[in-house]
């Protein structure tokens, strides 16, 4: 499945992924992740449930912590 996740195109192996998921997958922390698809928020809730679709671009924003 092809998508784009902050403006660079990603092949994804699974057809059926969840954010979650892409967010497990990137390695990012579960808590202060921001994810937004196709210029939506999906809120943090929704993330086990919401599914990747072929040409979704989603924007994915961590918090970095320090000074």
Same mark, same amino acid.
């Given at each position: 499945?092809? !998508? $784009?996740?902050?403006?660079?195109?990603?092949?994804?192996?699974?057809?059926?992924? #969840?954010?979650?998921? =892409?967010?497990?997958? /990137?390695?990012?922390?579960? #808590?202060? #992740?921001?994810?937004?698809?196709?210029? /939506? =928020? !999906?809120? /943090?809730? $929704?993330?086990?449930?919401?599914?990747? $679709?072929?040409?979704?671009?989603? #924007?994915?924003?961590? !918090?970095?912590?320090?000074?």
């Amino acid at each position: 499945m092809h !998508v $784009k996740i902050n403006d660079v195109p990603v092949q994804l192996p699974d057809e059926d992924i #969840t954010i979650k998921e =892409l967010i497990e997958m /990137r390695n990012l922390p579960a #808590t202060g #992740t921001a994810v937004a698809v196709n210029d /939506r =928020l !999906v809120p /943090r809730t $929704k993330h086990d449930i919401h599914k990747v $679709k072929e040409g979704d671009i989603i #924007t994915l924003i961590s !918090v970095a912590y320090g000074g």
